[in-house]
């Protein structure tokens, strides 16, 4: 599992620096509204998993989105919720990728 890096958008309007993306990694999830993953993808299809941690109010545990990151010129740009948080003190989320993260970078975005 890699712990990916937060980077911050600047007045200049740089684009978010990606690197590789791996099976499994983590991210800081920030104040739960101005941090986003940033996925781009030149190899087949992939599916990307947000684990959410909890139970609903039913006792039914949460619902993991599930968002697909299209072939080829796949782009995604996914809103990091506070919800996310895996509660262990870290302020970060858990990410997954099926059924591999060939040809796929990513980039944890954050506004400053």
Not at 17 to 23: D, L, R
Not at 54 to 63: A, D, F, L, R, V
Request: glycine share 10%; with cysteine; net charge neutral.
């Amino acid at each position: 599992m890699a712990a990916l890096t937060t980077r911050f958008i600047v007045n200049a309007g740089t684009a978010p620096t990606t690197g590789a993306a791996s099976v499994s990694d983590t991210a800081e999830i920030g104040n739960g509204v101005n941090s986003f993953l940033y996925y781009e993808n030149t190899g087949t299809q992939k599916t990307v998993t947000i684990t959410v941690p909890g139970n609903n109010s039913y006792g039914q545990p949460n619902p993991d989105p599930a968002l697909t990151l299209a072939a080829t010129t796949g782009r995604l740009w996914i809103p990091l919720r506070k919800e996310y948080d895996q509660g262990d003190g870290t302020g970060r989320c858990v990410v997954t990728m099926s059924p591999d993260a060939t040809g796929v970078t990513v980039a944890v975005v954050r506004m400053s």
